[in-house]
């Protein structure tokens, strides 16, 4: 009798401390969803690529310059895949701060406020104080908007999509662009007006250019 009720005292002992210890599951950590996609008609033919197609992804980058005490930089975001040639970036500019924060991203507030009053921006050459298009072709040739351009260029950044989040991967600015442009690319070629010819060749430069219409991007930028 004594050792049944010492079993029973150790089970009901056994059940009790295991009621009292619950399992705890941490919350889960918040993520910004990240989603990029391409889609135009680039040379009049139908481009698109999208996040994890053909291996195609999105990135962010920062270029920055330092000049008299104060930053200067520019937003980039890119579309690349490790299987294919073609890309295409695009860059809005330029952000600035002083470089006696010591710190070599802006402040969030200035990060946040940048693009909601930048939905509107200018075609600019390198994206300095503006906007501009990169495409690389399936030849490894690089097309590059400039502020030049005599044909139709236009952007816009569509307001409702310039949404702020943040985790703990860093501090993101996603958005939807449209534009057409064109984009132009230098061609170094034989010039057959020198005669006679002299070898190797005298060379000249042929700039060639193709339209980008009807694109719609949609990316984030890193701060």
Wanted: negative net charge; contains cysteine.
């Amino acid at each position: 009798m004594y050792k049944k009720a010492l079993f029973s005292f150790i089970v009901l002992g056994f059940i009790a401390t295991s009621c009292d210890k619950h399992e705890v599951i941490p919350a889960p950590e918040p993520k910004v969803d990240l989603f990029a996609s391409f889609e135009g008609n680039i040379g009049g033919q139908f481009v698109t690529y999208t996040e994890n197609v053909d291996g195609y992804y999105g990135f962010s980058q920062l270029v920055a310059q330092s000049t008299g005490g104060n930053v200067d930089a520019q937003y980039h975001f890119s579309m690349v895949s490790p299987s294919y040639t073609q890309s295409i970036k695009i860059g809005l500019g330029s952000i600035s701060w002083t470089t006696a924060t010591g710190t070599t991203t802006p402040a969030l507030n200035l990060f946040n406020s940048f693009f909601l009053a930048n939905d509107l921006p200018a075609y600019k050459n390198s994206a300095l104080n503006g906007f501009e298009v990169q495409y690389r072709d399936a030849f490894n040739d690089t097309w590059v908007s400039k502020d030049t351009s005599t044909f139709l260029m236009d952007v816009t950044f569509d307001p409702t999509s310039i949404i702020q989040e943040s985790d703990k991967s860093g501090d993101y600015s996603k958005f939807k662009c449209d534009f057409n442009c064109t984009v132009y690319h230098t061609y170094s070629v034989v010039d057959i007006t020198v005669v006679p010819q002299t070898s190797p060749p005298t060379m000249r430069d042929s700039l060639a250019s193709i339209q980008v219409e009807n694109a719609i991007y949609r990316g984030w930028f890193k701060r």
